[in-house]
T-cell receptor
Framework: RKEVEQDPGPFNVPEGATVAFNCTYS??????FFWYRQDCRKEPKLLMS?????NEDGRFTAQLNRASQYISLLIRDSKLSDSATYLC???????????WGAGTKLIIKP | EAGVVQSPRYKIIEKKQPVAFWCNPI?????LYWYRQNLGQGPELLIR????????DSQLPKDRFSAERLKGVDSTLKIQPAELGDSAVYLC??????????????FGPGTRLTVL
């Protein structure tokens, strides 16, 4: 089992819709979780950190489910510009390393 | 503020040739990372530096890859000799510090390597 797993997609979603995807992790001791966004042929950029109580940033909501060991990202009122690959990142406490998922590709259609 | 700078942006070489990548992190960032990213995959850590010390190089293929970070600032990553399977995007990232819980990483634009 991979340390961090994501559905590769693509998720094809009409503009204005709500879309959500999850990321599962295997190390129950992990404490930090992030969502990064990567546009085609560009570098990853931090979208948001994921806090235990859940957090929201505009149209984006991130949540953590420790019991089931997954994090989620919800995008409301999706825009064409939201089309990208969303990478889930989880820390590995033993060596401070951040482990990256393979990403979920999102395509917003007009 | 300038971001992470990498060069070259693109490199095409024949197999068995050497290649080197250069990275200049964000000023003041003491931690520097080299990642390799293949198409459809997430970044894979090759090496992490804290200042000039390589603190995690467990995934660096040491038979052909080497890296250095002179004076704890700029870094170079070298492959010698390159193999076909080394074709990938090589990303450099930096962060202000490494917390036990993880720190935000800022990435450079990457070097896209093609080995023929």
């Amino acid at each position: 089992r991979k340390e961090v797993e994501q559905d590769p997609g693509p998720f094809n979603v009409p503009e204005g819709a709500t879309v959500a995807f999850n990321c599962t992790y295997s190390n129950s001791a992990s404490q930090s979780f992030f969502w990064y966004r990567q546009d085609c042929r560009k570098e990853p950029k931090l979208l948001m950190s994921v806090y235990s109580s859940g957090n929201e940033d505009g149209r984006f909501t991130a949540q953590l489910n420790r019991a089931s060991q997954y994090i989620s990202l919800l995008i409301r009122d999706s825009k064409l510009s939201d089309s990208a690959t969303y990478l889930c990142v989880v820390n590995r406490p033993s060596n401070y390393q951040l482990i990256w998922g393979a990403g979920t590709k999102l395509i917003i259609k007009p | 503020e300038a971001g992470v700078v990498q060069s070259p942006r693109y490199k095409i070489i024949e197999k068995k040739q050497p290649v080197a990548f250069w990275c200049n992190p964000i000023s003041g960032h003491n931690t520097l990372y080299w990642y390799r990213q293949n198409l459809g995959q997430g970044p894979e850590l090759l090496i992490r530096y804290e200042n000039e010390e390589a603190v995690d190089d467990s995934q660096l293929p040491k038979d052909r890859f080497s890296a250095e970070r002179l004076k704890g600032v700029d870094s170079t990553l070298k492959i010698q000799p390159a193999e076909l399977g080394d074709s990938a995007v090589y990303l450099c990232a930096s962060s202000l510090m490494v917390k036990r819980s993880g720190s935000e990483q800022f990435f450079g634009p990457g070097t896209r390597l093609t080995v023929l």
